[in-house]
């Protein structure tokens, strides 16, 4: 049995039909009429422990209503959660030892309460071995760089300065699986870097599950290995990040440092479908390319002609544009393989 197991889950929302202002709320106290709003609808998952997985999905998809069933907060309306073998929303006491949430959107902290008092608490609630919570708490203010704001109450810290002190508090008690629901919304790129870092160390050192909700596809890119794609309210993909990339994202970029300018040989270049010159200035070219029509030998054995090639790099596509084009419906993905038209000749 996987760490997290989800059957068919699904949550309806009634939401109240109501006109707007006074007058609407008015109304509906006497007319009162709903409808349902169906935000999870029949999701599947499996997780082992260690995996990192980036649940995204446009605005409304569904994602923080899933997590919020996955860490018990939101009963299901129908369908099964097993989380280490207990059922998030009923065993709420044994599921908050297994797990930790950060929500980005509010705190979990005490308000007025100093961080380093906050995390005191948290250790008598947790029941945190000294050794245990002093070890966590030298290495977080190391890596969060929390010691500029340990004494302050959350109610003084800006958001980043929070967010950092809401990651260490999830993760004071060594959870199996963390959940993060927006954790980086908001934050300048600094922050952002620091996050991550904080994220991929706990996965890959510590061994922490990891479920990811962003906005920032940066974010996955960093941090998870596989890619859980929602809209409205159903899975539309499961499956590796790179597999992904490999079969949709086309465009390739290669950079080429020669030896000296090239001279009077430039048009080989042009007039060769498939390909651009993106960049050109004295030793350096930049070809763009689209990998099911060139390959990337090709594109350096016909530059290796014009010159001496000192040194050459080959740009990954960004998961952003792929994801972005799934969102748009330009991309239909079911599952992880490629439709057999999109094989690379790479
Ligand atoms: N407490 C709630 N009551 C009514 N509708 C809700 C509630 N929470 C979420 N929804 C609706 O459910 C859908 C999914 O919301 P959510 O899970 O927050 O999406 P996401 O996190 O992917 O942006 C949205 O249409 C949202 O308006
Ligand atoms: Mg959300």
Request: proline residues 4%; glycine residues 6%.
């Given at each position: 049995?996987?760490?997290?197991?989800?059957?068919?889950?699904?949550?309806?929302?009634?939401?109240?039909?109501?006109?707007?202002?006074?007058?609407?709320?008015?109304?509906?106290?006497?007319?009162?009429?709903?409808?349902?709003?169906?935000?999870?609808?029949?999701?599947?998952?499996?997780?082992?422990?260690?995996?990192?997985?980036a649940?995204?999905?446009?605005?409304?998809?569904?994602?923080?209503?899933?997590?919020?069933?996955?860490?018990?907060?939101?009963?299901?309306?129908?369908?099964?959660?097993?989380?280490?073998?207990?059922?998030?929303?009923?065993?709420?006491?044994?599921?908050?030892?297994?797990?930790?949430?950060v929500?980005g959107?509010?705190?979990?902290?005490?308000?007025?309460?100093?961080?380093?008092?906050?995390?005191?608490?948290?250790?008598?609630?947790?029941?945190?071995?000294?050794?245990?919570?002093?070890?966590?708490?030298?290495?977080?203010?190391?890596l969060l760089s929390?010691?500029?704001?340990?004494?302050?109450?959350?109610?003084?810290?800006s958001l980043g300065q929070r967010m950092r002190a809401d990651l260490?508090?999830?993760?004071?008690?060594?959870?199996?699986?963390?959940?993060l629901d927006e954790p980086t919304i908001g934050l300048d790129i600094a922050v952002k870097v620091k996050i991550r870092e904080f994220i991929k160390q706990m996965?890959?050192?510590?061994?922490?599950?990891i479920?990811l909700t962003t906005h920032d596809l940066e974010d996955i890119e960093d941090i998870c290995?596989?890619?859980?794609?929602?809209?409205?309210?159903?899975?539309?993909?499961?499956?590796?990040?790179?597999?992904?990339?490999?079969?949709?994202?086309?465009?390739?970029?290669?950079?080429?440092?020669?030896?000296?300018?090239?001279?009077?040989?430039?048009?080989?270049?042009?007039?060769?479908?498939?390909?651009?010159?993106?960049?050109?200035?004295?030793?350096?070219?930049?070809?763009?390319?689209?990998?099911?029509?060139?390959?990337?030998?090709?594109?350096?054995?016909?530059?290796?002609?014009?010159?001496?090639?000192?040194?050459?790099?080959?740009?990954?596509?960004k998961i952003e544009?792929?994801?972005?084009?799934?969102?748009?419906?330009?991309?239909?993905?079911?599952?992880?393989?490629?439709?057999?038209?999109?094989?690379?000749?790479?």
């Amino acid at each position: 049995m996987s760490l997290i197991e989800v059957q068919d889950l699904t949550k309806t929302f009634r939401q109240a039909v109501k006109a707007p202002g006074l007058v609407g709320a008015v109304k509906h106290m006497f007319t009162q009429k709903y409808r349902e709003k169906q935000a999870v609808n029949g999701i599947s998952l499996s997780i082992e422990a260690g995996e990192a997985v980036a649940y995204v999905g446009p605005n409304g998809a569904g994602k923080s209503t899933t997590i919020k069933m996955l860490s018990g907060i939101l009963v299901p309306t129908s369908g099964s959660v097993m989380v280490d073998g207990v059922v998030p929303h009923k065993q709420r006491t044994d599921n908050a030892r297994t797990i930790g949430a950060v929500f980005g959107q509010r705190t979990q902290l005490w308000f007025d309460l100093p961080i380093i008092e906050s995390f005191a608490l948290l250790k008598d609630i947790y029941e945190i071995p000294e050794a245990v919570y002093r070890y966590n708490m030298d290495r977080f203010t190391e890596l969060l760089s929390l010691d500029e704001f340990l004494h302050q109450p959350t109610r003084k810290l800006s958001l980043g300065q929070r967010m950092r002190a809401d990651l260490a508090a999830a993760l004071l008690h060594n959870p199996r699986i963390v959940y993060l629901d927006e954790p980086t919304i908001g934050l300048d790129i600094a922050v952002k870097v620091k996050i991550r870092e904080f994220i991929k160390q706990m996965n890959r050192e510590q061994g922490t599950t990891i479920i990811l909700t962003t906005h920032d596809l940066e974010d996955i890119e960093d941090i998870c290995r596989r890619l859980v794609i929602i809209d409205q309210g159903r899975i539309i993909y499961d499956g590796s990040l790179q597999a992904v990339k490999d079969a949709f994202a086309r465009e390739r970029t290669i950079h080429f440092q020669l030896s000296q300018p090239l001279s009077g040989n430039e048009h080989l270049l042009t007039d060769w479908p498939g390909a651009v010159v993106e960049q050109k200035d004295g030793q350096h070219i930049a070809i763009r390319f689209d990998r099911f029509e060139v390959s990337a030998s090709e594109v350096v054995s016909r530059v290796m002609r014009l010159g001496e090639v000192i040194d050459f790099r080959i740009d990954e596509p960004k998961i952003e544009h792929v994801i972005r084009r799934v969102y748009e419906g330009e991309l239909v993905l079911t599952d992880a393989e490629p439709p057999k038209a999109m094989v690379a000749n790479d």
